[in-house]
């Protein structure tokens, strides 16, 4: 634990609120056995977050038996990718108190369950149930290696920004079709400014559409 500090609340890993980052979230049943799963976390204050999780799953369950988890802040793609696409081995996992966290994260907070309540959530492809976990933050524990926690708010505006200057060369209807999809993303995920940002973005790509649809282009 000598490379972490305490800190005050989630403002210390620039978490701000009405914005979901992606985690490691670590669960773990009554022997401690642990599991981790890429996890987005809606911030909602300064030491407050709310978890929207399927039904089946084992994080659901784990935080069902024993109401905590820690969310874990990581830039590795290979984190991320082993923790979804298989379970991790024992040694992944560190002990801090009460809780596990997941080795060799930027940063993880601790987090007690304070409410949950089923809801049926209804997307483009299927109805799911879904339990909204609120939980309450414990600790704030940062790394001397941290910089950024998760968003994909500013991955979609760099992305949508990409596809803009390949509408000239391209298609821009199937442009457009794109980067409405991470419009999507930006409006579920970020924040005003990426909101704004890809509200311009997709105004000067409609301008672009309708100039190619003009008679005599």
Sequence with gaps: MDR?????????????RGRLYETITVTWDE????????????C???????????????????????????????????????SALADLDDEMFSQHQDYLYLKGADAFFTAEVESVREVVKRDRFRESPVSIVRAGVREVMKGDGFRIALNRGIYAVIESLIEYTRAEISDPVKVMERVREMNRVARKVGGPQEKEAMKRIIEELESKVNHRKSPGQ
Excluded: W
């Design 44 to 82: 909602t204050g300064k030491r407050s977050v709310t978890l929207y999780l399927y039904h089946g799953t084992h994080t659901l369950q784990n935080i069902l038996e024993t109401g905590r988890f820690t969310a874990n802040i990581t830039l590795d793609p290979l984190l991320f990718t082993e």
């Design 4 to 16: 972490y500090r305490v800190c005050e609340d989630l403002e210390a890993l620039d978490m701000e």
């Design 31 to 42: 022997s401690m056995k642990g599991n981790a799963a890429p996890i987005g976390v809606l």
